[in-house]
């Protein structure tokens, strides 16, 4: 379970998040909306451990666990795994040798052998076939020259092969054309399991079509202002987010 | 001309006096036994050259080309010659170790111990027709006509003071030289190592002349086995004829009690081949200068440095490009990664002269500074006295990307092998250009090693 209280964190001394709670169940999806500005984005890095932000009050566990006393590579260990709004480029690094390195980091953490290039192999090319990924784009730099559908099924790509137990989606459909949010969708649809908990953060009801999650909270100024079913995602792609914040998108 | 009379009493102590006169202070003990000694022609040379050097001794930070290597302070001794005649005891083994991922390289292989050739450690076999190998040393001793016609006439420098070093105390190097068509299926590969128990010098020089249409890749690869201060100075001039195509690499990983200086004499003719990749993660102090001249036109020439420097290391790579005929292409780039204080330096002056109309120059430096205290200068110059060129110059040096960082450990990757992965990343485009397989992956190997 994600357990997350009273959570305060400012960047450059500008408070984003002011006073968040929110609970995620394993096996539950967790929709988070709200206009930009928000904070959505901010609270998926939180998680993720980035060092820009300073949390100055509250908590975060992950199962139990403090998630803000540990590094970024060691909450992936932990089993968060954030799918980034923007993934990076990285020019000279191999997909390959990235997705490569990633799972044997994992391994290695959980006293497993590295596996085999054979192994390794096999492994990707099934995943990344169901996500229409060729094994020609894997060759190239990470991510450099990618479509924007093509990064974020990367990222897609590197979830399916790093199982996480606590899925962080940070606008996962921005810039993606229909065919790609179903197969991305699709591809996060697959990863449901009793086991997993999933947080979705996206500014429009869109992908909640395909993925359709068991609750919807509304953020606005740094706290989620309103929770409630999958009804409440169509409530406010009607009426828009006028009377949840400054910035009425 | 003469040789300026010498402070004799400061001659009986040589730690009192700079390395400029200690140099010519052991010219004059060690010369009689340098090898063509009692050869007119090569005593002049050498006279000359150590007599020219007298009047300036080691450029210091006021000339501009030594701005940021200040060789009369950096360089504040000069160690003795290597004696010819003590010979430390060194295995082929021994070698290997010190080479370490650069010993697995399939080539014609020739093993200089402080600055002479040992036979029983080299292997000569196999050369093909049309191309033939023999040592400086042989050649001076015995007065080799064709040697005595070619020496110092490829791309050279007016009082250029490491050269003149070079003319006036080398004792032994590489003679290559490839007939018209000749092409060498296997590199040619130099191994120097410094070992011993005393401090010492060693001057190379090495002359590859690749006749019409050959092709050829020389290795030079210096490295250390143990300890043991030294001071190279190596001078390779590369004559690189008409559509010949050469390549040239050149690992310098001596301990970090070495000092190094390094000429690469290099002249292209019409539509000729070239490419230099250095790389560089030894010695404590480093001076890598390349002069290259465009004597044909349609002729290309690609320079890559790498520099990977820890502690107070100094590496300056500089470059004097000259292109002097038409159409020609040149290309330098140098990336740096640099940790603790170290130093790297990076210096390209590129000249079109009149008349060297659709020159295509490039230049562009890059470092990575993983310390606060590390440095970088880059110095492009252009001097274009054409009006249809195509020139230009960028240098870049920054930390490693926060972001790129974050995005590799939220996977799972420790900081450390994220940090390994992006450095590799970013000498990746410099060793990329290595063609030999067998060296690229020794080098990436060995980056990875330092990494490590």
């Not at chain 1, 040798?97 to 054979?118: M, Q, V, Y």
């Not at chain 2, 102590?13 to 140099?23: E, K, V």
């Not at chain 2, 040239?248 to 301990?255: A, I, P, R, T, V």
């Amino acid at each position: 379970m994600l357990e997350i209280r009273n959570l305060h964190a400012e960047i450059d001394g500008k408070e984003i998040l002011r006073g968040l709670d929110l609970t995620v169940p394993k096996g539950e999806i967790h929709a988070i909306m709200g206009p930009n500005g928000s904070g959505k984005s901010t609270l998926a890095y939180i998680l993720a451990g980035k060092d820009d932000y300073e949390v100055t009050e509250g908590t975060v566990t992950w199962n139990g666990e403090n998630l803000l006393e540990m590094d970024p590579d060691e909450r992936a260990k932990a089993g968060v795994f954030l799918a980034f709004q923007y993934p990076m480029e990285i020019p000279g690094v191999a997909s390959m040798t990235f997705l490569r390195t990633a799972i044997n980091a994992h391994r290695k953490s959980r006293g497993e052998a590295e596996l085999t290039t054979p192994e390794f192999i096999r492994l990707v090319k099934d995943k990344a076939e169901t996500l229409n990924i060729s094994m020609d784009m894997l060759k190239r730099p990470v991510n450099v020259g990618f479509s924007g559908g093509e990064k974020k099924r990367h990222e897609i790509l590197q979830m399916a092969l790093l199982q996480p137990s606590l899925c962080v989606l940070d606008e996962t459909d921005s810039g993606l054309d229909i065919d790609a949010v179903r197969i991305v969708s699709e591809g996060v649809n697959a990863l449901r399991s009793p086991e997993r908990a999933f947080l979705m953060i996206t500014h429009y009801q869109r992908l909640l079509d395909y993925i359709v999650p068991d609750k919807v909270h509304v953020m606005s100024a740094g706290r989620i202002v309103r929770s409630g079913g999958k009804d409440l995602a169509l409530e406010l792609e009607k009426s828009g987010y006028a009377g949840y914040g400054a910035d009425a998108a | 001309m003469n040789i300026p009379a010498l402070n004799v009493e400061a001659a009986a102590d040589p730690r009192s006096q700079d390395a400029s006169s200690q140099l010519v202070a052991q010219f004059a003990r060690a010369s009689a036994s340098l090898p063509g000694a009692g050869n007119a022609q090569i005593d002049d040379l050498r006279e000359d050259a150590i007599a020219e050097f007298a009047v300036a001794g080691l450029p210091n930070r006021r000339v501009e080309q030594w701005k940021y290597t200040d060789l009369r302070r950096m360089m504040s001794e000069a160690y003795p010659p290597a004696s010819a005649k003590s010979k430390p005891a060194l295995t082929a083994a021994q070698v290997e170790a010190a080479l370490g991922e650069a010993a697995g390289i399939d080539a014609v292989k020739l093993v200089f111990v402080n600055g002479a050739l040992r036979h029983e450690l080299s292997d000569v076999n196999g050369l093909p027709a049309g191309v033939s190998l023999t040592t400086l040393a042989e050649a001076l001793k015995s007065h080799d006509a064709w040697v005595l016609a070619v020496l110092g006439r490829t791309n050279p420098q007016a009082g250029e003071t490491v050269t003149l070093l070079n003319t006036a105390f080398m004792s032994d190097g590489v003679v290559l030289r490839l007939e018209p068509g000749a092409k060498l299926d296997r590199p040619v590969h130099l191994i120097h190592v410094t070992a011993g128990d005393t401090p010492l010098a060693a001057t190379l020089r090495n002359i590859v002349v690749a006749g019409e249409g050959s092709e050829a890749a020389f290795i030079e690869s210096y490295v250390s086995a143990g300890a043991t201060p030294a001071q190279l100075n190596v001078v390779t001039e590369l004559s690189v004829g008409p559509g010949a195509k050469l390549r040239h690499y050149k690992l310098s990983g001596e301990n970090k009690r070495t000092q190094h200086l390094s000429s690469a004499m290099v002249e292209l003719s019409e539509g000729a081949d070239y490419l230099a990749v250095n790389f560089a993660d030894g010695t404590e102090l480093a001076r890598h200068q390349t002069f290259l001249k465009y004597a044909g036109k349609g002729a290309r020439a690609h320079f890559y440095g790498t520099q990977l420097l820890v502690e107070r290391q100094h590496c300056d790579m500089t470059l004097i490009v000259n292109h002097d005929a038409v159409g020609c292409e040149s290309r330098e780039h140098v990336k740096a990664v640099l940790a603790d204080h170290a130093q790297g330096v990076f210096q390209a002056k590129v000249i079109v002269q009149p008349g060297a109309q659709q020159t295509d120059g490039r230049q562009m430096a890059q470092a990575l500074l993983l310390s606060d205290n590390a440095e970088f200068d880059a110095k492009p110059e252009l001097e274009i006295y054409a009006d249809d060129v195509k020139c230009n110059h960028g240098a870049t040096s920054g930390a490693l990307d926060d972001d790129l960082m974050f995005y590799l450990r939220a996977r799972g990757i420790p900081e450390i092998e994220a940090r390994s992965l992006l450095i590799q990343a970013f000498i990746g485009e410099v060793l990329d250009q290595v063609e030999h397989e067998g060296l690229r992956d020794a080098l990436s190997a060995r980056a990875a090693r330092w990494l490590a």
